[in-house]
């Protein structure tokens, strides 16, 4: 009975324009999660790739600061900064039109005065070949339940990218640890180690406390270490801990053991006292250029705290303890002037002492300030023992194998053949619907 009915007149004396309307809508709309739900999202471990910015293969887990061996040198607060993957990102490259991440984090810490973007969320950045230069794409931030972080974070940075061959970068946490982290890719999209060469291998070593560690950076690439990671193209060793840089000497020669460090930056004095500056610095920096005469040092002062103009303690205490740490700094270098450098403190709170966020702790401002004056330091230390940095722009994608272009061809084919059947599927469905319905209308 439905065949004496032409379609188009049933719309039009049923005034079924509407319904057309819609019927085009969910065609169109399902086409679009067709295509989702064709192309998913696939995960791979993290490991896969290639893992930046740490010191040591042999730690505990992945995502670790410190050698396995040290958790019985350590204090356990010292240690627990230590499973924190402050500075640490992941390398690789892809052409999905979507990335995202899926991690799971180790502890439940939060701070008044950090964002929780910074504590326990992850960043992504894209090397843009053109410019020779990192830009953030997107920053995960950190899903909760009553006030807790969930233990298990996902986030897609960005959709919709345009399909060809490009490198990225994911930090991780700066305030919390990681036990494993997946990236998600189209699924039939290619994902690999990165083909360039940035950051280098050569690391820049920093040691410190709370401010060197990324408090309170708004979120991961926002600390010093990594910005002077992407301005040098070199990988930044983050090994600062909160409350607990007080130059211990079991650090110092741990240090030492990173194979392929070719600078320390070494920014104790906030976690020290007047004494511990007078008595620590000489050995604690001694035990490095002895064990690692080649490699520059880079002393730097405690910063001036913008409420020390008008605590008249603090005004008197801290350029106590810079004096007794430039005191040591004068012993060393009268030994020994070569490869030791020392940053004053000045212009280390930002301009007009407006870089923190709570007269000691860095803001993205401050952070920026004491990267731009590091970095001055950190580039005659590098000239000087003639390591090279520089990265000139590049293509440095080679052309697809001939199975990677099949592959991605085959997928193709098969997305497209997918959705029409399914379009098609949907359409005879929507118009037998209608065809009864007109059917039964006729009838009546």
Request: charged share 20%; with cysteine; hydrophobic share 35%.
């Amino acid at each position: 009975m439905c065949s004496h009915v032409p379609f188009f007149e049933t719309l039009k004396k049923y005034k079924m324009k509407k319904g057309l309307g819609l019927f085009l809508g969910l065609l169109v709309g399902f086409f679009a999660y067709a295509e989702d739900t064709i192309t998913p999202l696939k995960f791979y471990n993290a490991t896969d790739f290639r893992i930046i910015n740490k010191g040591w293969e042999n730690t505990a887990a992945t995502y670790h600061r410190m050698p396995a061996y040290m958790e019985d040198s350590c204090r356990e607060q010292q240690w627990w900064l230590y499973t924190h993957s402050s500075g640490i990102g992941v390398r690789f490259a892809t052409n999905s039109k979507r990335i995202a991440a899926h991690y799971n984090l180790i502890h439940n810490f939060h701070m008044q005065h950090m964002p929780m973007t910074g504590i326990k969320g992850t960043d992504l950045y894209f090397y843009n070949a053109q410019r020779n230069k990192w830009e953030h794409v997107n920053t995960h931030r950190p899903q909760e339940t009553n006030g807790i972080a969930d233990s298990i974070q996902s986030k897609i940075y960005v959709e919709n990218l345009d399909g060809e061959m490009h490198e990225y970068l994911i930090y991780l946490p700066l305030y919390d640890g990681i036990n494993w982290l997946q990236i998600g890719v189209d699924s039939g999209s290619i994902i690999e180690k990165p083909q360039i060469d940035n950051p280098r291998k050569p690391k820049i070593v920093f040691y410190g406390t709370s401010i060197m560690q990324g408090g309170c950076a708004c979120r991961p690439g926002m600390v010093a270490t990594a910005m002077i990671q992407r301005d040098f193209n070199l990988e930044c060793v983050n090994l600062g801990t909160s409350g607990q840089g007080k130059m211990d000497y079991y650090i110092a020669r741990c240090m030492a053991t990173i194979e392929d460090a070719i600078c320390y930056v070494l920014d104790p004095i906030p976690n020290c006292t007047k004494d511990m500056c007078d008595t620590l610095t000489y050995n604690f920096v001694n035990i490095l250029r002895t064990l690692r005469p080649e490699v520059p040092i880079i002393m730097v002062e405690g910063m001036m705290y913008p409420y020390a103009r008008h605590d008249s303690y603090f005004a008197e205490y801290l350029p106590q303890k810079n004096e007794a740490f430039r005191k040591n700094y004068e012993k060393l270098i009268q030994e020994n002037p070569k490869n030791l450098y020392y940053v004053p403190c000045d212009g280390l709170t930002g301009v007009e002492m407006e870089g923190t966020v709570d007269g000691v702790h860095y803001t993205d401002l401050g952070f920026r300030a004491y990267a731009d004056i590091l970095e001055p330091y950190i580039k005659e230390a590098l000239d000087n023992t003639g390591v090279n940095y520089h990265l000139e722009p590049q293509t440095y994608f080679a052309p697809y194998t001939k199975a990677q272009q099949q592959q991605q061809k085959r997928h193709a084919i098969a997305q497209l053949l997918a959705v029409a059947c399914i379009g098609a599927i949907l359409s005879a469905l929507i118009t037998w619907i209608i065809c009864r319905r007109t059917v039964k209308n006729n009838n009546n």
